[in-house]
């Protein structure tokens, strides 16, 4: 089970972390990822971000370089996603995914998901 926290209400040019906490007695994920659904945007989940489990490579789609960083806990099985410069079209409901493929963008691709935190930026 994956269950995020860290959302909230920041202005334009703040910051928010983010957390995905796995909880269960098995850990099966060689990835972890952070997606997002904005507003008005369509059912696909957009990719944000990913890390391989073990090594903890990283891997970021283009709206996240420079601004977001993400990392894992290996100890607390945490995953944590550091968002900062966030701007208004970064509102949306952020969801972790788990799975077998390592920084996949295809939300297909994982077979566990969290159920989301919201992130309201406001301008």
């Known amino acids: 089970q994956l269950v995020e926290s860290g959302g909230g209400l920041v202005e334009t040019g703040g910051s928010l972390r983010l957390s995905c906490a796995a909880s269960g007695l098995t850990f099966n994920y060689n990835s972890l990822a952070w997606f997002r659904q904005g507003p008005g945007k369509g059912p696909e989940r957009e990719f944000v971000?990913?890390?391989?489990?073990?090594?903890?490579?990283?891997f970021y789609t283009p709206l996240a370089t420079g601004r977001f960083t993400i990392s894992r806990d290996l100890h607390k099985k945490t995953m944590y996603l550091q968002m900062n410069g966030l701007q208004p079209e970064d509102t949306a409901l952020y969801y972790c995914?788990?799975?077998?493929?390592?920084?996949?963008?295809?939300?297909?691709?994982?077979?566990?998901w969290g159920r989301g935190t919201q992130v309201t930026v406001s301008s």
């Open positions: 971000a990913a890390i391989e489990w073990t090594d903890g490579l990283t």
């Open positions: 995914a788990g799975g077998p493929i390592i920084a996949s963008p295809v939300p297909g691709s994982y077979d566990s």
